[in-house]
């Protein structure tokens, strides 16, 4: 089936997560962005309780905001999500994309992110990223939205836009992920975009994305996807 990854901001939330059958943990501060980094304490915390149970992702902001950031830090890690806010007036967004991935640990995969709403983030066109990640031999790219407030990835793009970006990453680069305040409402509409995970925050919280884990509310979205995707375990060759 298509696989739930939550986003937790500490261990007690991630221990949720993982209670309620998320499979994949994402560690991020939803206070500081839509990809904001946590201290790095907590993501080393996550990754020493859970990373050797399921895959573990860490958020790290946008690309200027990598400095400071010890890359070491992040063994254990599956995963690394940094966005491409604030790039598309940077000749050289893609040089200093690559010299991220090359500071990373080697078992830890660089992951490509889209937003859908590109132009109000100042990102790259979403097909450029999909051209430099295809050169870069990255494996998988989240689909966001920047802006969190309130509106749907389905609110940032259009049907056409979205599909087109979709089938190109599936053709071109291959792990594909969609989040954007995906809700039970409208994740049975992101199921038809073919993703490998969904990806969710505020819709597994008791309040909006700022409010706590729910055990219970990552059960039921873990259920609403066994009850309608056929099973699958394909997600799990993203990051080879």
């Excluded at 943990?25 to 904001?36: C, H, T, Y």
């Excluded at 729910?214 to 996807?225: I, Q």
């Amino acid at each position: 089936m298509t696989g739930l990854l939550v986003s937790v901001r500490s261990p007690l939330e991630a221990n949720a997560a993982l209670r309620g059958g998320a499979a994949v943990i994402d560690v991020k501060e939803p206070l500081r962005g839509s990809l904001g980094a946590a201290d790095s304490d907590v993501w080393r915390a996550v990754i020493g309780q859970i990373g050797r149970v399921l895959p573990v992702s860490v958020a790290l902001g946008e690309l200027h905001q990598r400095d400071g950031i010890d890359l070491k830090s992040l063994a254990g890690a599956a995963f690394v999500k940094v966005g491409l806010a604030g790039c598309q007036s940077r000749a050289d967004w893609c040089d200093a994309w690559a010299s991220l991935r090359g500071g990373l640990p080697s078992d830890v995969a660089l992951v490509g992110v889209i937003y859908a709403d590109w132009a109000a983030a100042g990102a790259p066109h979403p097909l450029q990223i999909i051209d430099a990640a295809e050169r870069m031999s990255i494996r998988t790219i989240l689909i966001d939205t920047f802006h969190k407030n309130g509106a749907t990835l389905f609110d940032r793009a259009s049907e056409a836009e979205l599909i087109e970006w979709c089938e190109a990453i599936r053709r071109r680069i291959g792990g594909l992920v969609l989040a954007g305040s995906l809700t039970a409402a409208t994740i049975g509409r992101a199921l038809e975009l073919g993703p490998d995970l969904i990806a969710v925050r505020g819709a597994a919280c008791d309040g909006d994305r700022a409010g706590t884990i729910s055990s219970r509310r990552v059960a039921d979205l873990a259920e609403f996807l066994r009850s309608i995707t056929p099973v699958s375990t394909a997600w799990r060759g993203c990051a080879d």
